[in-house]
């Protein structure tokens, strides 16, 4: 897998990991579209094992580089040579029933890829010396991006219940990528739609934008009437 980590960016994060004794990945969107040949978008996602914060200052000082920081959600940011790279702490989520705002509590790289949306975007390559490359796959990722499958890492009633807008991301994703959402995770939709009153109007209409620029919207829009979230 180390052909997928060819931009200087990475060997760069790789030795101020060494030098910190930090455990960092590549996580999500990045690994999932080097692992489909799509085109790089110029933004990655870095899993931090600890702070996500303190490790993204580091980089900034390192790169002499202005560093975002958003508190409220334990992320930095910044950019390099036209790249955007986000740090986020390895973390672990529960939810209350009224909302999606999760209650965050530290946690390994295991806690944070169960919490994520979909098994295409669980999947990190790790970037510390030791184990430089190797892929963290835990939920079967690749099989499902060669199946062309949308699907849950763990049950989706609970994804779902927890975090109602990831019904919008699983329809957008399919039509996106022309994937097929599976069975269970079809059905879920159709029984946890009326959460999706608690996502805020300006949410569902970015993830119903993203739909409508996608190549062929009316699989997205076919599956928005399936489902009953139409």
Known sequence: ????????????????????????????????????????????????????????????????????????????????????????????????????????????????????DFTINAMALCLNKSNYGELLDPFNGIKDIQIRTIRTPLDPQETFSDDPLRMMRAIRFATQLKFKIDSITFNAIKTQRERIKIISRERITDELNKIILADKPSIGFNYLFDTGLL
Request: zero cysteines.
């Open 1 to 116: 897998m180390k052909e997928h980590l060819q931009l200087p960016i990475f060997e760069a994060l790789s030795n101020l990991a060494h030098q910190h004794k930090v455990e960092i990945y590549v996580i999500g969107g990045y690994v999932r579209d080097r692992l489909m040949n799509r085109p790089f978008k110029n933004d990655i996602d870095i899993l931090v094992v600890g702070s996500g914060i303190d490790f993204a200052q580091k980089v900034g000082d390192h790169f002499k580089t202005k560093v975002s920081v958003f508190q409220n959600f334990g992320t930095a940011m910044l950019r390099h040579e036209r790249i955007d790279i986000e740090f986020v702490g390895a973390r672990k989520e529960s939810y209350r029933k009224d909302s999606r705002k999760p209650i965050v509590e530290n946690g390994t790289l295991a806690d944070d890829q169960k919490r994520r």
